[in-house]
Each structure stands twice: as C-alpha cells, then as structure tokens.
C-alpha cells in the first residue's frame, strides 16, 4: 500500500471545488482511496463561524461558569453555545464537553476546532461529511476520474489512551467496514465478533502522512489497498442502544 500526499492545495475558501483541486494536484486511478480532512471540506462548505454569532444561553453560561471553577482557566460561554448548537446531546458537561454531533460522531466541543480558521474564530465539522464525501467523488467522476473512494477525515482522542489518531466521519464509495464474521482463523475457529472499521484504519493511516499544525497537508491518495472478499457494512457509529459507555455516561457525574 501507498501513501501520497497531495501537494501545493491553495488555502480552501468558501465555494472551492476540492475535487476539481486534487484532481490538478493528483494521478487518481481507479481503485485509489482519497482522504480529505474535514478542515478543508468544511472551509469549502462554508462552515466557519464567529463566537459573535451564538447568542448565550442560561445553560451556556453554567457550563462556561462550571468549566471556570473546576479547571480555573476562563471560559468563553459563546463556545460552550456553539458546542450546543451543533451536538445532539451532551454525554458528559464537566471537566470537559464530551458531545454526539448531528450526524453521529462523538467528540470533544462537537468537533469544533480553533486553529487555521483565518479570518474567523472557529471551524465547524462539515454537516452532513457522508455526503461531502459523496460530492467530491462525483467531482471526480465528473472529470472522467471513476471508482475512487472518498473518506472525510478529522483527528480525535481515545478512551484510555492518550494522544489523537485519525478517523473517518464520512465515506463513499466503499463500505466502512468489512465483516470477518464466519470466517476462520488459522486453528480453524470461527470468528465471532470481528468487523474491522477499514475508513477509520485508512484514515489513521492517512494522518501519519498529512501531519498536523501549521505543516499539515490535508489530502491523501491510498494507493494499491484493496478491500478484499469480505461482506460489509456502512454501519460505523454505535447505536444508542449497544452503546455500554455511553449509558453509563449518562449515569455518571463528576460530582458523585
């Protein structure tokens, strides 16, 4: 397997075609994988946004309020609006906001990021990233540059670990995962549980490559990786219902 990045992307403004700027950057092939950072899908979406913008709530301000006394480091209660605005709920309020965005991922501050946003003073996660994921393979397939697969990718921490990996939020053209259920391993047992999650792996992978901070290149392409006999599944986010962790976050405070 192959990792490129895509080189010399301009600064992505409102309304940029990011197919249109990889496709002039990269030898696509069929077959190929194309990792994009949300960074930019967002930039190209216009999902900036200016802490002016949130008029505060009640609830805003005691989160912000809570925030200030437990870590002593000031708060600014626009953010904490605008982490409520773009979550569904909100798994854990103190020492930090643990929250499930709109279309399913969950995150610190609902994703939102702080850095490389010039002209503003925060970048949201694209809305819906499954189906910017889908515009910009159909860019591509637009430009004669068919069968390549589009993940949408963001960097986040994990349980129990620390330092952030990357991961898929959105993806088309592949299935997210590929099931290895009923098949055997080498002493002839039958596997009962294993379902990869080949778009998270593919976009860990991709950030080794694209680096982070000010060096960071927000395109990759994935290049003789293939998806193998496998069934799969578009299944990638845990239903509330199968979901332990968060039923016993929602149980949970830091006060008990």
Known sequence: MELTPVTDLPEIRPGDDIAALV???????????????????????????????????????????????????????????????????????????????????????????????????ILLLPKKPTESAERIRSGLAARRIEDVAVIVTDTCGRPFRHGQR??????????????????????????????????????????????EGAGGTPAVVVRDWAFGDHAGSDELFRSVEDDLVRQALREWSIDD
């Open 23 to 121: 496709a002039d950057r990269a030898d696509l092939e069929a077959g190929d994988v194309l990792t994009v950072a949300s960074t930019i899908v967002s930039k190209a979406e216009g999902r900036m946004a200016d802490l002016e913008d949130y008029p505060v709530s009640g609830r805003a301000e005691e989160i912000a309020d809570r925030l200030e006394e437990l870590t002593g480091e000031e708060k600014d209660p626009r953010f904490a609006q605008a982490v409520l605005e773009e979550s569904t709920e909100l798994l854990i309020d103190a020492p930090f906001l643990l929250t499930e965005t709109r279309f399913g991922h969950i995150s610190v501050n609902a994703g939102i990021d702080r850095s490389n946003v010039p002209n503003h003073d």
């Open 166 to 211: 990357g991961v898929a939020l959105g993806w088309a053209g592949m299935p997210a995962s590929r099931d290895w259920r009923g098949e055997l391993d080498r002493d002839g047992h039958e596997l009962g549980v294993t379902v990869q999650s080949v778009v998270d792996e593919l976009a860990s992978a991709a950030n080794l490559v694209t680096g």
